[in-house]
């Protein structure tokens, strides 16, 4: 990414320079949905996602400025000053997480942009929320491990974005590694990277540019719906916490005192846990074909089961299966945004020409391309 925006915009405003952060988005492979289940998930960082420029101004408010909106916003540290702006609101959240937690920030000047798509399922407010969490830590000396930048990202979401996301997002932006996903088990936080180089094939992002909009989803939704039926299985196992550590058998005895809604939406998420291992095991043995099976059953649980797909995505999964590509599906929580998917090289070229072209002709939209290259994690630039 242009780093010279960033450096220009910054000199402009403050007529200084400062620290230069970043932090990616996200793909996951598998485990969609498992996050906030205690479950496990299959992200990886990407080459794309958040610039900030940022240097402590010795007063105790923050002046940000964001380039893609073209917006400023001016906030004190203190519960009481929360900035109006919704975008603002993720700098302010993370500044006041750190300081629940005990650090002691000071005011200072920012400038950010990004090339991660907004509102694409590829975390751009994890990205935002890690870069400044990850930024701020050095700058004002916190000594917050990772796990906890991580979990400072997450409740940020969850107390000042309306959004009662799990942990993925941000793990993955934090932790990502070049060439790797990352298992996250996460009830643990305990992962491993796996080595990820799918020799023959090729994954790419399909963009419905139908924008995803988490905030006021019915993606809060989605998470009650499987902690009901988890409180609903507890009261026979008791060692069952999340739909992470139940099974299927186990869901069946609660069949009839749980609604129909919560009933469907928690046996895609035990599958899906499931899924994910299976699919671990299948990465290990370089089975691409069965990991690309896997995922198209992942599409049919999120459209069917889960119901978190929209027209224009199970039709960009349609087009993916006419043409042959190996695994594809929603990617995310939902509601729009891209599908992921693994293609052969061979099969590659005309799939990309195909789904644009059927897109457009459906729906009236370009589509967007994005090949995806696994890369590292949040990091100082400058
Ligand atoms: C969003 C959330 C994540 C995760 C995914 C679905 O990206 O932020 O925590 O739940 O949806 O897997």
Known sequence: MDQSVVRNKFKNEFGTEGYLYFSPGRVNLIGEHTDYNGGCVLPGAIDKGMLAEIKPNGKNTVSAYSIDLDDHAEFGLEEADAPTQSWARYIFGVCREMIKRGAKLEGFDTVFSGDVPLGAGLSSSAALESTYAFALNEIFNCGFDKKELVLIGQKTEHNYCGVNCGIMDQFASVFGKEGHLIRLDCSTMDYEYVPFNPQGYKVVLIDSVCKHELVDSPYNKRRQSCENAAAAIAKNHPEVKLLGDANIAMLEEVKDQISEEDYKRATYA?????????????????????????????????????????????????????????????????????????????????????????????????????????????????
């Open 270 to 382: 035990i599958q899906e846990n499931e899924r994910l291992i299976a699919t671990c095991e299948a990465l290990k043995a370089g089975d691409y074909e069965t990991v690309g099976k896997n995922i198209y059953e992942t599409h049919k649980g999120m459209s069917e089961l889960y119901e978190v797909s929209t027209p224009e995505i199970d039709y960009l999964n349609e087009v993916a299966k006419e043409c042959g590509v190996t695994g594809s599906r929603i990617m995310g929580g939902g509601f729009g945004g891209c599908t992921i998917n693994l293609v052969a090289d061979d099969k590659y070229d005309a799939f990309i020409a195909t789904v644009v072209e059927k897109y457009k002709g459906k729906f009236g939209l370009d589509a967007k391309v994005y090949p995806v290259k696994i890369s590292n994690g949040s990091r100082r630039l400058a």
